[in-house]
T-cell receptor, first 113, second 114 residues
Framework: TQLLEQSPQFLSIQEGENLTVYCNSS?????LQWYRQEPGEGPVLLVT?????EVKKLKRLTFQFGDARKDSSLHITAAQPGDTGLYLC?????????????FGKGTKLSVKP | NAGVTQTPKFQVLKTGQSMTLQCAQD?????MYWYRQDPGMGLRLIYY???????DKGEVPNGYNVSRLNKREFSLRLESAAPSQTSVYFC?????????????FGQGTRLTVV
């Protein structure tokens, strides 16, 4: 069983601030996904990072995969109330069956206007 | 496109009652999943089905059973509901494994056991 830790668990900030959330593990992954879950909805995929050291940008969101492919970060620039939600990371391993889609506990972000 | 459809959206059960949560997807995905979500606990995997005819336990299978009725449908059954099973339940289906894999979720079933 892989241990997956997300931090911080909760984050409450003002509109316009920058923030970074983390997803850490002791295991090496083939890739890692970030999902966002808005209140009352199911999670939606934001991005998949595949290569160690990879950086992907999605508007004001910047995702980075650690060089050793054990951890990832999500940085949001100039946060807006629409960024409010639960951010979940999910590691991917391509070998074996496609079962065991496991998520971290998430970071609950609240952006106040 | 409906995507992943869960029914019911809300349910209140008395302790000891049984019920089945229904899930159907119209994306022709092989893999389907059931999760529960409790405050501060993220999504915990209950059971999954990698293909029609197969099911496997996830992180928290106790107290639940599943049936992969066909490729579209994956149901979750609570035989004797307990207050500890009060939660929001999400069903998901996923595209094939690989760099472009993506999970799609239903809108959830909010279950209260009293």
């Amino acid at each position: 069983t892989q241990l997956l830790e997300q931090s911080p668990q909760f984050l409450s900030i003002q509109e316009g601030e920058n923030l970074t959330v983390y997803c850490n593990s002791s295991s090496v992954f083939s890739s890692l996904q970030w999902y966002r879950q808005e209140p009352g909805e199911g999670p939606v995929l934001l991005v998949t990072v595949v290569t160690g050291g990879e950086v992907k940008k999605l508007k004001r969101l910047t995702f980075q995969f650690g060089d050793a492919r054990k951890d990832s970060s999500l940085h949001i620039t100039a946060a807006q109330p629409g960024d409010t939600g639960l951010y979940l990371c999910a590691p991917m391993n391509y070998g074996g069956s496609q079962g065991n889609l496991i998520f971290g506990k998430g970071t609950k972000l609240s952006v106040k206007p | 496109n409906a995507g992943v459809t869960q029914t019911p959206k809300f349910q209140v059960l008395k302790t000891g009652q049984s019920m089945t949560l229904q899930c159907a997807q119209d994306m022709n995905h092989n893999s389907m999943y059931w999760y529960r979500q409790d405050p501060g606990m993220g999504l915990r995997l209950i059971y999954y089905s990698a293909s029609e005819g197969t099911t496997d336990k996830g992180e928290v299978p106790n107290g639940y059973n599943v049936s992969r009725l066909n490729k579209r449908e994956f149901s979750l059954r609570l035989e004797s509901a307990a207050p500890s099973q009060t939660s929001v339940y999400f069903c998901a289906s996923r595209t094939p494994a690989g760099e472009n894999t993506e999970a799609f979720f239903g809108q959830g079933t909010r279950l209260t056991v009293v």
